[in-house]
Protein backbone atom coordinates (compact mmCIF):
# COMPACT_ATOMS: atom_id res chain seq x y z
CA UNK A 1 0.00 0.00 0.00
CA UNK A 2 0.86 4.13 0.28
CA UNK A 3 2.49 5.22 2.63
CA UNK A 4 1.63 9.37 2.37
CA UNK A 5 3.10 10.21 5.71
CA UNK A 6 0.92 12.86 7.68
CA UNK A 7 -1.20 14.13 5.17
CA UNK A 8 -3.78 11.72 3.70
CA UNK A 9 -4.84 12.51 -0.14
CA UNK A 10 -8.50 13.34 -0.06
CA UNK A 11 -11.37 13.01 -2.59
CA UNK A 12 -13.77 15.47 -2.80
CA UNK A 13 -16.75 14.48 -4.70
CA UNK A 14 -20.36 15.77 -5.16
CA UNK A 15 -23.57 13.96 -3.71
CA UNK A 16 -24.49 11.35 -6.52
CA UNK A 17 -21.61 11.05 -8.20
CA UNK A 18 -19.80 7.96 -8.23
CA UNK A 19 -16.17 8.01 -6.68
CA UNK A 20 -13.19 5.82 -7.38
CA UNK A 21 -10.46 5.59 -4.57
CA UNK A 22 -7.13 4.26 -5.64
CA UNK A 23 -4.16 2.20 -3.71
CA UNK A 24 -1.04 0.66 -5.21
CA UNK A 25 0.61 -2.25 -3.78
CA UNK A 26 3.92 -3.38 -3.75
CA UNK A 27 3.98 -7.28 -3.38
CA UNK A 28 3.65 -8.99 -6.15
CA UNK A 29 2.79 -12.63 -4.33
CA UNK A 30 -0.23 -10.99 -2.06
CA UNK A 31 -3.41 -13.04 -2.90
CA UNK A 32 -5.97 -11.47 -1.03
CA UNK A 33 -7.22 -7.96 -0.66
CA UNK A 34 -9.70 -5.62 1.43
CA UNK A 35 -10.88 -2.36 1.54
CA UNK A 36 -11.99 -1.13 4.86
CA UNK A 37 -14.15 2.43 5.67
CA UNK A 38 -12.85 3.85 8.69
CA UNK A 39 -15.23 7.23 10.29
CA UNK A 40 -13.57 9.84 12.59
CA UNK A 41 -12.68 8.18 15.72
CA UNK A 42 -14.08 4.25 15.34
CA UNK A 43 -12.08 1.46 14.09
CA UNK A 44 -12.52 0.51 10.49
CA UNK A 45 -15.42 -1.82 8.88
CA UNK A 46 -14.72 -4.30 6.37
CA UNK A 47 -16.38 -3.05 3.70
CA UNK A 48 -15.14 -5.80 0.10
CA UNK A 49 -12.67 -7.83 -0.41
CA UNK A 50 -11.10 -9.87 -3.65
CA UNK A 51 -8.58 -12.33 -4.15
CA UNK A 52 -5.83 -12.74 -6.65
CA UNK A 53 -7.92 -15.21 -8.75
CA UNK A 54 -10.46 -12.42 -9.79
CA UNK A 55 -10.18 -9.13 -11.20
CA UNK A 56 -13.51 -7.81 -9.88
CA UNK A 57 -15.98 -7.90 -7.63
CA UNK A 58 -19.31 -6.52 -7.14
CA UNK A 59 -20.76 -5.65 -3.34
CA UNK A 60 -24.07 -3.39 -2.37
CA UNK A 61 -22.98 -0.04 -4.44
CA UNK A 62 -19.19 -0.77 -4.22
CA UNK A 63 -17.06 -2.38 -6.99
CA UNK A 64 -13.43 -3.87 -6.41
CA UNK A 65 -11.24 -3.82 -9.50
CA UNK A 66 -7.95 -5.90 -8.94
CA UNK A 67 -4.78 -5.52 -11.87
CA UNK A 68 -2.26 -7.34 -10.53
CA UNK A 69 -0.26 -6.39 -13.89
CA UNK A 70 0.12 -3.49 -12.38
CA UNK A 71 -0.61 -4.15 -8.92
CA UNK A 72 -3.34 -1.80 -8.52
CA UNK A 73 -6.45 -1.95 -6.73
CA UNK A 74 -9.73 0.29 -6.63
CA UNK A 75 -12.56 0.43 -5.07
CA UNK A 76 -15.50 2.14 -6.82
CA UNK A 77 -18.86 3.70 -4.91
CA UNK A 78 -21.76 4.56 -6.91
CA UNK A 79 -24.29 7.28 -6.04
CA UNK A 80 -21.61 8.51 -3.10
CA UNK A 81 -23.68 9.56 0.04
CA UNK A 82 -22.64 11.82 2.46
CA UNK A 83 -22.67 8.41 4.48
CA UNK A 84 -19.48 7.53 2.52
CA UNK A 85 -17.50 10.28 3.91
CA UNK A 86 -14.64 8.68 6.21
CA UNK A 87 -11.27 7.17 5.24
CA UNK A 88 -10.89 4.39 3.29
CA UNK A 89 -8.03 1.53 3.46
CA UNK A 90 -7.14 -0.84 1.40
CA UNK A 91 -5.32 -3.86 2.95
CA UNK A 92 -3.11 -6.81 0.92
CA UNK A 93 -2.05 -10.17 2.38
CA UNK A 94 0.78 -12.79 1.29
CA UNK A 95 -0.81 -16.62 1.30
CA UNK A 96 2.44 -17.45 3.25
CA UNK A 97 2.50 -14.50 5.59
CA UNK A 98 -0.02 -15.88 7.93
CA UNK A 99 -1.89 -13.33 10.01
CA UNK A 100 0.19 -10.34 8.81
CA UNK A 101 -2.05 -7.79 6.87
CA UNK A 102 -0.36 -4.89 5.44
CA UNK A 103 -2.04 -1.21 5.40
CA UNK A 104 -1.94 1.37 2.62
CA UNK A 105 -1.55 4.81 3.94
CA UNK A 106 -5.54 5.12 3.49
CA UNK A 107 -7.65 7.53 1.29
CA UNK A 108 -10.04 10.44 2.76
CA UNK A 109 -13.30 10.91 0.93
CA UNK A 110 -15.59 13.93 1.49
CA UNK A 111 -18.84 13.95 0.43
CA UNK A 112 -20.51 17.11 -0.95
CA UNK A 113 -23.86 17.51 -0.99
CA UNK B 1 -25.09 -7.78 20.09
CA UNK B 2 -21.82 -9.86 19.74
CA UNK B 3 -18.57 -7.21 19.40
CA UNK B 4 -15.11 -6.02 20.19
CA UNK B 5 -14.79 -3.74 23.30
CA UNK B 6 -12.05 -1.65 23.92
CA UNK B 7 -11.71 -0.03 26.77
CA UNK B 8 -10.93 3.22 28.12
CA UNK B 9 -11.78 5.37 24.47
CA UNK B 10 -9.70 8.02 26.20
CA UNK B 11 -6.92 7.39 28.24
CA UNK B 12 -3.86 10.30 29.75
CA UNK B 13 -0.69 9.01 30.51
CA UNK B 14 2.30 10.55 32.29
CA UNK B 15 5.77 9.70 30.86
CA UNK B 16 6.96 6.61 32.41
CA UNK B 17 3.66 4.89 33.21
CA UNK B 18 2.87 1.86 32.30
CA UNK B 19 -1.04 1.23 31.09
CA UNK B 20 -2.73 -1.36 29.59
CA UNK B 21 -5.20 -1.16 27.39
CA UNK B 22 -8.48 -3.58 27.90
CA UNK B 23 -9.86 -5.50 24.72
CA UNK B 24 -12.54 -8.42 25.05
CA UNK B 25 -14.57 -9.98 22.25
CA UNK B 26 -17.56 -12.33 22.65
CA UNK B 27 -17.66 -13.77 18.89
CA UNK B 28 -16.03 -16.56 19.52
CA UNK B 29 -12.69 -15.92 17.16
CA UNK B 30 -10.15 -17.42 17.04
CA UNK B 31 -7.79 -14.92 16.35
CA UNK B 32 -7.27 -11.53 17.68
CA UNK B 33 -4.93 -8.44 16.97
CA UNK B 34 -3.58 -5.09 18.07
CA UNK B 35 -3.00 -1.92 16.06
CA UNK B 36 -1.11 1.33 16.44
CA UNK B 37 -3.13 3.88 14.11
CA UNK B 38 -0.81 7.67 13.72
CA UNK B 39 -2.27 10.35 12.50
CA UNK B 40 -2.78 10.34 8.38
CA UNK B 41 -1.43 6.68 8.07
CA UNK B 42 -1.91 3.07 7.56
CA UNK B 43 -2.84 0.63 10.71
CA UNK B 44 0.45 -1.02 11.59
CA UNK B 45 0.69 -4.46 13.54
CA UNK B 46 1.92 -4.46 17.34
CA UNK B 47 0.88 -8.10 18.37
CA UNK B 48 -1.27 -10.89 17.73
CA UNK B 49 -2.69 -14.17 19.12
CA UNK B 50 -3.96 -17.00 17.12
CA UNK B 51 -4.72 -19.36 20.08
CA UNK B 52 -5.61 -18.80 23.90
CA UNK B 53 -1.35 -18.74 25.74
CA UNK B 54 0.00 -17.84 22.57
CA UNK B 55 1.45 -14.52 21.14
CA UNK B 56 3.46 -13.43 18.16
CA UNK B 57 5.51 -10.06 17.41
CA UNK B 58 4.16 -7.91 14.71
CA UNK B 59 6.12 -5.25 13.27
CA UNK B 60 6.12 -2.68 16.02
CA UNK B 61 5.78 -5.02 19.27
CA UNK B 62 8.96 -2.81 20.89
CA UNK B 63 7.91 -1.28 24.24
CA UNK B 64 4.28 -3.17 24.07
CA UNK B 65 3.17 -6.45 26.23
CA UNK B 66 0.28 -8.93 25.14
CA UNK B 67 -1.25 -11.97 27.18
CA UNK B 68 -3.93 -14.35 26.15
CA UNK B 69 -5.03 -16.40 29.12
CA UNK B 70 -8.57 -16.42 27.88
CA UNK B 71 -9.75 -16.68 24.49
CA UNK B 72 -12.14 -13.64 25.09
CA UNK B 73 -9.51 -11.31 26.36
CA UNK B 74 -6.33 -9.80 24.70
CA UNK B 75 -4.73 -6.61 26.70
CA UNK B 76 -2.42 -5.16 25.21
CA UNK B 77 0.31 -2.88 27.79
CA UNK B 78 1.83 0.01 26.77
CA UNK B 79 5.27 -0.02 29.03
CA UNK B 80 7.47 3.06 29.86
CA UNK B 81 9.99 1.31 27.70
CA UNK B 82 7.82 2.83 24.33
CA UNK B 83 9.45 6.11 22.87
CA UNK B 84 6.60 7.11 20.84
CA UNK B 85 3.04 6.13 22.82
CA UNK B 86 0.94 8.94 21.51
CA UNK B 87 -1.53 6.89 19.39
CA UNK B 88 -4.34 5.55 18.31
CA UNK B 89 -5.07 1.78 19.08
CA UNK B 90 -7.13 -0.68 17.39
CA UNK B 91 -7.77 -4.26 18.52
CA UNK B 92 -9.45 -6.91 16.35
CA UNK B 93 -10.88 -10.45 15.72
CA UNK B 94 -10.95 -12.93 13.01
CA UNK B 95 -13.09 -16.19 13.19
CA UNK B 96 -10.24 -18.16 12.15
CA UNK B 97 -5.98 -17.85 12.80
CA UNK B 98 -5.68 -17.61 9.15
CA UNK B 99 -6.21 -14.31 7.41
CA UNK B 100 -7.12 -15.48 4.13
CA UNK B 101 -10.21 -16.52 5.53
CA UNK B 102 -12.42 -13.94 6.58
CA UNK B 103 -12.51 -10.36 7.48
CA UNK B 104 -10.80 -8.67 10.59
CA UNK B 105 -13.41 -7.23 13.01
CA UNK B 106 -12.37 -4.33 14.39
CA UNK B 107 -13.25 -2.62 17.43
CA UNK B 108 -13.57 1.12 18.46
CA UNK B 109 -10.41 2.44 19.73
CA UNK B 110 -8.46 3.71 22.21
CA UNK B 111 -6.97 6.88 22.28
CA UNK B 112 -3.71 7.38 24.86
CA UNK B 113 -2.19 10.53 25.17
CA UNK B 114 1.13 10.76 27.19
CA UNK B 115 1.36 14.39 28.66
Known amino acids: GESVGLHLPTLSVQEGDNSIINCAYS??????FIWYKQESGKGPQFIID?????DKRQGQRVTVLLNKTVKHLSLQIAATQPGDSAVYFCAEIEGNAGNMLTFGGGTRLMVKP | DGGITQSPKYLFRKEGQNVTLSCEQNLNHDAMYWYRQDPGQGLRLIYYSQIVNDFQKGDIAEGYSVSREKKESFPLTVTSAQKNPTAFYLCASSIFASMNTGELFFGEGSRLTVL
Open chain 1, 27 to 32: NSASDY
Open chain 1, 50 to 54: IRSNM
